[in-house]
Structures are given as C-alpha cells and as structure tokens.
C-alpha cells in the first residue's frame, strides 16, 4: 500500500478542517460528539485534534475504556479472595492493579508477594498455571477486542484439561452499553464516532439500531490524525445533510461483517448476561459470562464471588466522566488530589482513560 507524504498528508488534514467547519457553519448551532473509545480520547488529544476544530463543535469522552468502566467492587471481591484462599493467584492486566477498590486498596499490594501476576496477553496464562503451585485467576475485563483472546486460551484450556486456571469474568459489550447510554432522556449528543477495534471484531450491523432508533451519525474511526478527522469530516457532512447512518471510515481495518471467525469463537465460550457498569449502573446483557460447557472456568462460580456492587470512592466523578457528562478538569481532585502518580479513580489510571488523557496531554476543553 503506498503511504502519503508529510506533504500529502498536511494538505488532506487541511481539506478535511476545511470541509469540516464549511459543515459546522451551516449547522449553526453546537455539536455535541461522543468518542466512545478510550484510545480515540487518547488520540484525539495526542494529535491535538481539538485546535483544528470549530468552536461549535464538542467532543465527550465515553463509556470505551474497559478499566474505567469496571466497578471497584470488582477489585474489592478480587482483594478478598486473596486474603481468604491462599491458594489463590491473580493474573490481570497492568492497569487494573492500580485502580483503587471503593476503600482505596489496590492489588498491586500483592505484587511483591507473587500472588498478583501481571500478563500481557490472555496466551501467557497458559505458561503461567504450569509454573504455579495453585489457582490462577484472570482478571476477564475488556471489550470485543479482548474476549475473543480469552475466548481461545479458555478453548485450548478445555482441550488440554488445564485445571487451575479460572476467570473471573467482567467483560463487557459496547453495544449494549451504547443503547442505554442513548436511552437516558438527558443524553444530548448529536453524533458517535465509533470505537475501531471493536468495530473490526463486531463490523457495522450491531450498531444500526442506532440509526433505525436515533437517525443519528456514527461513524467507525481509526486511530491516526487523519482518521479522526475524517470521520469528524463525515459526521459533520451526515448533520449538515440531515442524515444519520452508519459509516466506516476505517476501511483499511474494518470490514462491513467483522470478524466472523472471532466471533464464532467468542460465542462458543460466552453468552450475552446482565452485567453492572462503573457510570452507567446495570445493563440488561450488556456483559459475557461463560457458557455452561465452560463452567469450570468460571471464578465466580467456583470461588462463590460475591455479586458486584455499585459502591466507588467518595467524591471520585469518574462515573460521570465516563458518560460524557463532566469533563475530568471539572472533577475538584483532578490535577491535585489524583494524579497518574497517585489515582484515585481508573480514569487516571489508564492508558485509556479520559483523565490521564487530558493531564498528559493538555486540558484545555474540546
Ligand atoms: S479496544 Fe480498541 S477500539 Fe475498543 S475501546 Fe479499546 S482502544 Fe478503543
Ligand atoms: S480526576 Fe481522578 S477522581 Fe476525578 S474523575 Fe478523574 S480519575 Fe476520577
């Protein structure tokens, strides 16, 4: 594929600022959009997206972090199992250890003990039951993007008889979670740009309900410079036209269908449940837990996990962060109290986060 030049690639930004404010000025009125993906928050910062933009245009930040959208009982039930079994290990992703439970303990306490192990990839958990003497329990949080990786390591798991190996099973659906957001009477966005490497795992049918309930633009982003504004370029172009359809302007990684093998085998290992959201609170099958044939693997199931519980830390505004209604400058402990070095909520903590975003990349409001 032949790349475009520094040259080439200015001028298409400058086509695309250009078209998009000709739009803006011919709606004449504000232009609230939701990126739903934690990396577009990212993005859209680290390229400075922003200062291009319209003044009458908004972005939000939403509900597309995996860690920022898991609750903090979640980490609590997994601190207790620790300290009640003995024979319990932890694997999780780097990020979670460092969010705080709603009573500010976090699982990288443990880290020195050899009880919480850092993993990169849902493969490495094969490698890491042979070499413990005990139970290894995965911390399952993540979106489509991820579960078809512990979909296949769980497939593998079965097929090899692995015996110490469970999951503790958060994971989450952006669809659904889109479709209560929507429903809430105070949402006011008028656009979606859509999460890209969800989107190459789902394609772009789950998303129509949008247009059949909303008649609302959403369009597929990836997650370059020039990406973000051409999908920006073709939400602007749907308002100005009054149209409001799915598009994908992330060709090169997205198909219409998805991934049907990655699907196929997400649905052999897990099925749609009601799951509980940090910010959105209880989403009728908006989560995935695991299909009886697998439930061996299931960690609350053979741990006996207490339900999870909407409890966070006192005076934490990520909740409302996540949902686009509070931008993380507007949270009183932002800058001070929480820090990367020193979060008090997930939203600081990760890579994905809308808050860490924001203080490694400049605050000024989109
Ligand atoms: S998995 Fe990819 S597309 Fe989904 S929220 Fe994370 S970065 Fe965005
Ligand atoms: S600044 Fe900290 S406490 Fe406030 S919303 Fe962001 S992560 Fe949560």
Same mark, same amino acid.
Not at 106 to 110: C, E, H, Q
Not at 120 to 124: K, N, R
């Given at each position: 594929m032949k790349t475009a030049s520094l040259e080439e690639t200015g001028k298409l930004a400058a086509d695309f600022t250009k078209g998009i404010s000709g739009y803006a000025k011919s709606i004449d009125r504000e232009i609230v959009i939701m990126e739903v993906c934690g990396t577009h928050t990212v993005a859209l910062r680290k390229h400075g997206i922003h200062s291009l933009l319209p003044r009458n245009i908004r972005l939000v930040s939403g509900p597309g972090c995996p860690v920022c959208v898991t609750p903090a009982s979640f980490i609590g039930n997994s601190l207790e199992l620790l300290e009640n079994d003995k024979s319990v290990h932890i694997a999780t992703f780097g990020d979670m250890a460092k969010v705080p439970d709603d009573k500010g303990r976090? #699982?990288?306490?443990?880290t020195g003990t050899g009880r919480v192990r850092i993993v &990169?990839?849902?493969?490495?958990l094969i490698a890491l039951c042979a070499e413990t003497d005990g139970e290894v329990v995965f911390l399952g949080i993540g979106f489509e993007t991820t579960i078809p990786a512990v979909a296949s390591t769980l497939l593998r798991a079965k097929k090899t008889g692995l015996a110490n190996l469970s999951v503790y099973a958060c994971f989450k659906q952006v669809p659904p979670a889109l479709l209560a957001l929507l429903s809430n009477p105070a949402c006011d966005l008028d656009a979606l740009l859509l999460p890209g490497h969800v989107s190459a795992i789902?394609? #772009?049918?789950? &998303?129509?309900f949008i247009v059949e309930n909303w008649h609302m633009p959403a369009v597929v982003a990836g997650f370059e410079g020039l990406d973000l504004l051409s999908a920006i370029f073709m939400i602007v172009r749907q308002l100005a036209s009054g149209r409001g359809t799915v598009e994908n302007a992330y060709g090169r990684a997205v198909r +219409?269908?998805? +991934?049907v093998k990655a699907l196929a085998i997400m649905r052999e290992v897990f099925s749609p449940v009601t799951s509980l959201w940090r910010g959105l609170g209880t989403i009728p099958l908006s989560g995935l837990g695991l299909n009886n044939d697998f439930a061996r693997f299931d960690a609350e199931r053979r741990f006996e996990l207490p339900p999870l519980t909407d409890t966070e830390q006192d005076g934490c505004m990520c909740a409302e962060v996540i949902q686009g209604?509070?931008?993380? =400058?507007?949270?009183?402990?932002?800058?001070? =109290?929480?820090?990367?070095? =020193?979060?008090?909520?997930p939203c600081m903590v990760s890579s994905e986060g809308a808050c860490a975003a924001w203080f490694f990349y400049g605050d000024a409001p989109i």
């Open positions: 976090t #699982l990288s306490g443990y &990169y990839s849902p493969a490495d789902l394609g #772009l049918a789950p &998303y129509q +219409n269908e998805g +991934n209604k509070t931008q993380p =400058r507007d949270c009183p402990f932002y800058g001070s =109290r929480c820090t990367p070095d =020193r979060p008090v909520g």
